[in-house]
């Protein structure tokens, strides 16, 4: 349960309001300890990318015609509640929400929050949010604690 998923400080995993269903549509979230874990959440030859390397995305899209937009150049073209993305990249964007430190559950079909591999504090790491009301990519410092989605990047 919520108290359970709060108290944690190993690496762990859940659907989306605990239900298989979703794991096809959205993934699973992840707490940020299974993104710092040696047993790696992505596959041998990818990583989960550092908060320089969300950096670098965001900046990629700013230079290249993006600028001020970038989020809704990485939201898939259908799925949000309002305000569907381009997905100029084949980013493919969700909006699966998030698992609060609390361990409810919040957002879906209005944001999609993935970790960055970067430490920001002791108790928080970064991550990047799209959301149905921003054309941005927002970053955030959030509680290791929180279940977000995991993207990977090639090494």
């Not at 600028?67 to 969700?94: H, P, V």
């Not at 929400?97 to 591999?117: A, M, T």
């Amino acid at each position: 349960g919520s108290d359970l998923w709060m108290d944690l400080t190993t690496g762990a995993w859940c659907n989306l309001y605990n239900e298989s269903q979703y794991d096809s549509i959205y993934g699973k979230l992840y707490n940020w300890h299974a993104v710092s874990d040696l047993r790696n959440v992505c596959p041998s030859g990818w990583h989960v990318p550092t908060d320089a390397e969300w950096t670098v995305l965001n900046d990629f899209l700013a230079v290249n015609g993006h600028k001020g937009k970038e989020g809704t150049t990485l939201k898939s073209t259908t799925g949000w509640s309002r305000n569907n993305g381009t997905d100029d990249y084949g980013f493919l964007g969700l909006p699966g929400g998030n698992r609060n430190n609390n361990g409810n559950f919040n957002n879906i079909g209005n944001n999609g929050n993935w970790w960055s591999s970067s430490q920001s504090s002791t108790g928080s790491a970064w991550s990047r949010v799209l959301s149905y009301y921003d054309d941005n990519v927002s970053r955030y410092s959030s509680y290791k604690r929180g279940g977000f989605s995991v993207r990977c990047l090639r090494d």
